[in-house]
């Protein structure tokens, strides 16, 4: 048993990956599809799997928690890609030309003092 960590705007993934497993993915324990909802949300975790062709020899259970569903999908492919290349090192080179090891570092622009938002400006009053 592999575990990683992925994280992705204010999401943190724990990622454990099973050997010997038939390609269940269960976060949060329920299935990747009732927890997501979205078909795009369960590609976008089945990525590291599909480009490694390792998608039926591992289960993976996932704990997730933090931001909205598409950060969390976005934390846990972070987890997913990390964890196969702890346990199968020579899969390293495919993850990263496929940008999956990178953690994508966009975060929410902090709000500015004396101003509505983070680019918002109060309306400018001559008089």
Known sequence: MVRATGRRKESTASVWLVPGGSGNVVVNGSEALDYFKRETSVMVIRQPLEVTERSDHYDIKVSVKGGGL??????????????????????????????????????????????????????????
């Not at 953690?103 to 680019?119: L, N, T, V």
């Open 70 to 127: 598409s950060g969390q999908a976005g934390a846990v492919r972070l987890g997913i890609a990390r964890a196969l290349t702890e346990a199968e090192p020579d899969l390293r080179q495919m993850l990263k030309q496929h940008g999956m090891l990178t953690r994508d570092s966009r975060m929410i622009e902090r709000k500015k003092y004396g101003q509505p938002g983070a680019r918002k400006k109060f309306q400018f009053s001559k008089r």
